[in-house]
């Protein structure tokens, strides 16, 4: 026969597991909170006009190599120079936070997706470029990092329809 000090061994067994189990549960849903909230800050600069000028700037850029980038823009820290890397250094701080696991890939792919595909085919001739002409192979790395992964994604949804 079961007594009353084993039936109270087994419920606070119970209790503890499902506290152990609401704990996990809300840290959980803690983390995706914080993630959420880093991104919305992250679109908030993105939407913000003066980054939306620069976004535009890099999309009406026209050069065939670096050569030609250095030529009509130079590598000074002029106005434009620095609206471009202003793109390249947001898109590499996501791109971090991806690699990092500090940020959902699908949470980025939805918000930032088809720019940061665009906005690296026609930034890389410059930063490959940059790299060189500067002995920096690493710079916007994290940038090309989240460009391949978003490549990676485009290419299996593509697969996936087929």
Known sequence: MVD??????????????AGIVY??????HQSKMRQT???????????DESFQEAIWMVTDLEYKDYDDYVKKFGTHPTPHNVKIWKVGWFLNGI??????????????????GFYVI???EMMKPMVEGA???????????????LYNEMKKREQKLQQSKV
Request: with cysteine; glycine share 2%.
């Open 95 to 112: 791109g971090f936070l991806v690699q990092s696991q500090l940020a959902d890939i699908n949470l980025v792919d939805k918000l930032f």
């Open 23 to 28: 704990y996990v549960l809300q840290l959980r």
């Open 131 to 145: 790299r060189k002409q500067w002995r920096v192979p690493k710079s916007l790395e994290w940038f090309e990092y």
């Open 4 to 17: 009353i000090q084993t039936i109270s061994i087994a419920v606070a067994s119970a209790s503890v597991v």
């Open 118 to 120: 665009r906005l690296w």
């Open 37 to 47: 909230d880093l991104l919305m800050r992250l679109y908030s600069t993105w939407c």
